[in-house]
RNA sequence: GAACCCGUAGCUCAGCUGGUAGAGCAUCGCCCUUUUAAGGCGAGGGCCGUUGGUUCGAAUCCAACCGGGUUCACCA
């Protein structure tokens, strides 16, 4: 081995070689020297780790497997070695010895933990039971040049396993996601679960005819939605831009050109804060649905987040966080202001801006001077009502102000026909009976612009094409929201949206 | 945006009544052909987040900045 370097050690464009890299490399270099290619093209791996291990039977009868994967851990002998080799289902232990595989053993010495590796042999039980590969040949398939955080784990008697220094840096974790899958398992149980949802989902909607679309994410005019956007700009059209805030305005021109059922998984990004519950992309399904309206749309969100609970957990029953959720159908239903009665004892019905801001005053919540009555509600609403909701929740009809693109309410004065889920204290879901009137939404835009001019930098901004879709005829449309990230949370018990999204918004690292 | 907490070896952490750095794992050398948090003996490894200040002397005290976390605000 060559100890000494003749020139200053090499940088990566991140930091300086550590003695660790330095190390790796010195042994890439050996390795080409013994006439192995570190990188090679191939290996035809025939098994996997976790189909090994539960078809193995203690009958004597010998079965031949090959697999690829990292090696997680190494246990020298001398002569002998025991690894970890950790494929897409797990890891298996792997036991070579220099009678078996002869010269290789010395490549075998210069591999370390995190290398790739395809692997040849018989499977067998060793003395301490573990069900392990007998290598009769080996292939390194990929070096690897950087140390990986080391992850002990061990076995006790009852079966339990218990982890020895995890790789907890948060901030590692997100920045180096690569690093995390690789070592906290759990971590790919979530997005994989994750998947599922999406494919259920899919399933669900196509079954029953709706068109899967997309539609665009650059949009000349935002709505949809009350948020600040971020803008862009077009240099060929030289116009600036807006990546969208929602997509719902587009999915209704596609129910105004004729089809019937359309959905859309659409990436959304929201110029605002973030926290636990908030990144600045993430996704949300909409579907939209003729000749249909929100109580039809609540059924339907019923019965197809209880069958996701059941595919994905197994139950419509479960644990999240603290809390035991029941999605078991039927859900509660209570309108807004019947919910506000029930958790302040104040009514709200019929009061005019002033009112609202004394009962505001009486309950105690600071409100904005710039807000207006349907900002008051809502503060008192996710103040005294929101966070008290544990158990999926229809929230029903709430006062027209707030919702400029729903359905006036077919009986209620002043309230429209919308309804939001809430589950274990958060919004999981938004729909409603779509305005489909367009002197109606015409003047809900209006009021929205009025609003701006008070100084809301999140009211809708008018759309005339959007107007003119109406305008030739829109059928009567039940449309639904449901913020995949969120959902994600509640069906894998995460409590934070930076681990349900592989790649969280970070500040940069340098 | 605000408050609080955190940043020490590749990873996980200790050291913080100021005297210039420590453990376990990982790494390197020797021994070891069924081990498993393998083991035994020995060794190396650090701009103590950055920049200033206080001090004879700073990982330790102070300030600013950078990054992260948590809570709150915002996100209706």
């Known amino acids: 081995m060559d100890n000494n370097p003749q020139s200053a050690p090499e940088k990566t464009h991140l930091e300086e070689l550590n003695e660790l890299m330095i190390r790796r490399r010195q042994e890439l270099d050996e390795l080409v020297k013994h006439g192995i290619n570190p990188y090679p093209y191939l290996f035809s791996q025939t098994n996997y780790s976790g189909e090994i291990l539960s078809s193995f039977k203690d009958d004597g009868q ?4 090959s697999i690829a994967g990292r090696i997680m851990s190494i246990r020298r002998m001398g002569k002998a070695s025991f690894c970890h080799v950790q494929d897409s289902q797990g890891k298996i232990q792997v036991y070579l010895k220099k009678d078996d595989v002869g010269e290789m053993y010395d490549i075998f010495k210069l591999l370390d933990i995190g290398d790739i590796v395809g692997v040849e042999g018989f499977v067998f039980r060793t003395k301490m039971g573990e069900i392990s590969i007998h290598a009769r040949k080996f ?34 974790r997100y920045r180096q996601r690569y690093v995390d899958l690789v070592v906290n398992p759990g971590v790919k149980e979530v997005f994989i679960k994750r998947a599922k949802i999406l494919r259920i989902i899919r399933k669900y909607f196509d079954e029953r005819g709706y068109i899967e679309v997309e539609t665009p994410i650059l949009q000349p005019i935002y709505g949809g939605a009350f948020a600040r956007p ?26 105004v050109g004729g089809f019937d059922g359309v959905y859309e998984f659409a990436k959304d990004f929201r110029n605002e804060g973030m926290d636990r519950s908030h990144n600045p992309e993430f996704t949300m399904l909409e579907l939209y649905v003729a000749y249909k309206d929100y109580v039809w749309m609540m059924n339907l969100v019923e019965e197809m987040v209880s069958t996701i609970a059941k595919e994905v957990v197994g139950a419509t029953k479960f644990k999240v966080g603290d809390n035991e959720i029941d999605f078991t159908s039927p859900w509660k239903r209570i309108s807004m202001f019947d919910a ?7 009514q709200l019905k019929g009061k005019s801006e002033q009112e609202l801001r004394m009962i505001a005053k009486e309950l105690k919540i600071e409100i904005e001077p710039g ?5 008051v509600i809502d503060e008192i609403f996710g103040e005294f009502v929101e966070p008290k909701l544990i158990q999926p929740t229809f929230i029903t009809d709430y006062p027209v102000e707030m919702s400029p693109l729903a359905k006036k309410h077919r009986s209620e004065q002043g309230f429209v026909e919308r309804f939001e889920v809430i589950v274990n204290g958060h919004e ?22 009025k609003l701006r001019v008070r100084g ?3 009211a809708q901004v008018q759309d005339e094409d959007y107007l003119r879709a109406l305008e030739y005829g829109m059928p009567p449309t039940a449309g639904l929201g449901i913020g995949i990230d969120r959902l994600t ?3 894998t018990n995460q409590d934070s949206i930076r681990d349900v999204i592989f790649f969280p918004q970070m500040k940069p690292e340098h």
């Open 428 to 449: 999981l879901c938004n729909a409603f009976s779509e305005l489909n009137d367009p002197l109606d939404q015409r003047q809900r835009f209006e009021e929205q612009m």
């Open 139 to 172: 292939e390194v398939l990929s070096k690897s040049l950087r140390p990986l955080p080391i992850v002990k784990e061990k076995v006790d008697e009852k079966g339990n396993k218990i982890v020895y220094d995890p790789f907890s840096d948060k901030e590692l």
């Open 340 to 346: 506000i009665m029930e958790y302040t004892g104040k």
């Open 371 to 375: 807000a207006d009555s349907a900002a």
């Open 230 to 255: 971020f803008i862009t700009h077009h240099n060929a059209l030289d116009v600036d831009l807006y990546l969208r805030i929602a997509d719902e305005l587009y999915l209704k021109r596609l129910i």
């Open 489 to 491: 949370m509640l069906l």
């Open 456 to 458: 809301n930098e999140e």
């Open 62 to 65: 010998q079965v031949n497997v």
